[in-house]
């Protein structure tokens, strides 16, 4: 069955940066995409941005833009997301998910990653 | 980016009560149109896609409409398990948006 797991959750000073890595498992990783989703405590989801899992083409949120990079490792079917100068309002669960389909949804989650971002 | 919005922001039913959530577009986004349940401490689920198709294994209670900006997830008969948030997304734009929510608790 199709999995996607996630690193462990993390403890960044406020200007530091993360890498979260989602593992996929149980489908041809080339043949869909990946995005990213985050949720700060107690609010609603953020779209974060999307990776193509055939050609690594990104497509990022504007508000994100020049702050997070979305990789691939193909050989190993693992997506990664990066979140730099990172500040107090990054504390969030972040998750990965696949899309995919005519009209594009995200059809398996990983488990989420804890963030908190703390001086 | 499309904004997209959801009401009410909460809603308290009963079991058995039939339940409708709105999400209207800040413009069209056709049928592209997906609706996600989250329970405390779970990720998301996917319910329906494409406006109005059920996800393999989702109960039929649950159902999509609409078109163009505005859309509607209808429970037909509220059960235990549905407590729960329930979100819109928007996939017409490559920018994803979604709503900001609907909490559905017991009343």
């Known amino acids: 069955q199709v999995q996607l797991v996630q690193s462990g959750a993390e403890v960044k000073k406020p200007g530091a940066s993360v890498k979260v890595s989602c593992k996929a498992s149980?489908?041809?990783?080339?043949?869909?995409?990946i995005s990213w989703v985050r949720q700060a405590p107690g609010q609603g989801l953020e779209w974060m941005g999307w990776i193509s899992g055939y050609t690594g083409e990104t497509i990022y949120a504007q508000r994100l833009v020049g702050r997070v990079t979305m990789t691939t490792d193909t050989s190993t079917g693992t997506a990664y997301m990066e979140l730099r100068s990172l500040r107090s309002n990054d504390t969030a669960v972040y998750y990965c998910?696949?899309?995919?389909?005519?009209?594009?949804?995200?059809?398996?989650w990983g488990q989420g990653t804890l963030v908190t971002v703390s001086s | 980016d499309i904004q997209m919005t959801q009401s009410p922001s909460s809603l308290s039913a009963s079991v058995g009560d039939r339940v409708t959530i709105t999400c209207r577009a800040s413009q069209s986004i056709g049928s592209y149109l997906t609706w996600y349940q989250q329970k405390p401490g779970k990720a998301p689920k996917l319910l329906i896609f494409a406006t109005s198709t059920l996800q393999t294994g989702v109960p039929s209670r649950f159902s999509g409409s609409g078109s163009g900006t505005d859309f509607t997830l209808t429970i037909s008969s509220l059960q235990p398990e549905d407590f729960a948030t329930y979100y819109c997304q928007q996939s017409y734009s490559t920018l994803n948006t979604f709503g900001q929510g609907t909490k559905v608790d017991i009343k």
């Open positions: 149980g489908y041809r990783f080339t043949s869909y995409s």
């Open positions: 998910a696949r899309e995919g389909g005519t009209y594009p949804n995200f059809d398996s």
